[in-house]
């Protein structure tokens, strides 16, 4: 599905990835984790086309994407979320949704003029499938409601629900669970468990070990830019090079 060969990212004579290799299975989620400063930030980066690698490709169902932009991605089939949520405070739930699937369906601003009713259609649709996403991640209820009144958590599962109004493949999480309280770090990982198994593939960089436990399919564990194992959680939390790779520490 994503499959990332050799990348390579400088930043003045720092290499944040030095010939970093994974891949993405299909209807899977991967788990991203490593020390602070592992390269796992700048990895989602230039795969998600916020940074252009200085070497190294990333191809995405087979097609070389390597430096493709963000907008570009999206229309694959390819989104993201961000550590720090981008709403915008001053719209309701509803709008933000709708206004992340936008280009679905408005094609210019002539378009009302020339095609009324068909504008018409697309802005019904693009409000009951908002509604249907925002059901989904358990926010309906707050459809009417502007982003500024909502917790860390809730914050979360609306920018989770502004990703999927582009109809991805692929999802990638950035630390999901950070600033988010228990209770909503459980809902997180029931609802992006259950877009799992509806197909949805999902890529997270993550620090709680807890989320990464109860949802990853796989772990990849990054140190000093590159790769260091991949497996299972309770393989790749086993495994001595990791508990080194975090100086010693206890995952």
Excluded: W
Aim: net charge negative; aromatic share 4%.
């Amino acid at each position: 599905m994503l499959a990332i060969r050799e990348l390579r990212k400088m930043y003045g004579g720092v290499a944040a990835l030095d010939g970093c290799s994974l891949d993405i299975p299909e209807h899977c989620i991967t788990a991203v984790i490593g020390p602070n400063g592992a390269g796992k930030s700048t990895l989602l980066n230039c795969v998600a086309g916020a940074a252009a690698p200085d070497g190294g490709t990333v191809l995405f169902q087979g097609t070389d994407v390597t430096g493709a932009k963000p907008h570009t991605l999206a229309r694959m089939g390819l989104a993201r979320t961000f550590q720090i949520s981008r709403e915008l405070t001053s719209l309701t739930l509803l709008e933000n949704v709708m206004l992340a699937g936008r280009g679905e369906y408005d094609e210019s601003f002539l378009a009302p003029l020339l095609f009324p009713g068909r504008v018409r259609r697309a802005e019904a649709e693009a409000t009951d499938r908002a509604m249907a996403l925002l059901t989904r991640v358990g926010l309906a209820r707050l459809a009417d409601a502007t982003a500024s009144d909502l917790s860390g958590g809730q914050k979360k599962l609306l920018e989770l629900a502004r990703a999927l109004m582009l109809k991805p493949r692929v999802v990638l999480l950035d630390e999901p669970a950070a600033g988010v309280a228990p209770p909503m770090v459980e809902v997180l990982i029931e609802v992006i468990r259950d877009l799992r198994d509806d197909g949805v593939t999902f890529a997270l960089v993550e620090h709680n070990m807890d989320m990464v436990s109860a949802l990853s399919d796989q772990v990849v564990v990054m140190t000093e830019g590159r790769t260091l194992v991949s497996g299972r959680f309770e393989d790749v939390t086993a495994d001595p090079r990791v508990a080194e790779a975090y100086l010693g520490g206890v995952l």
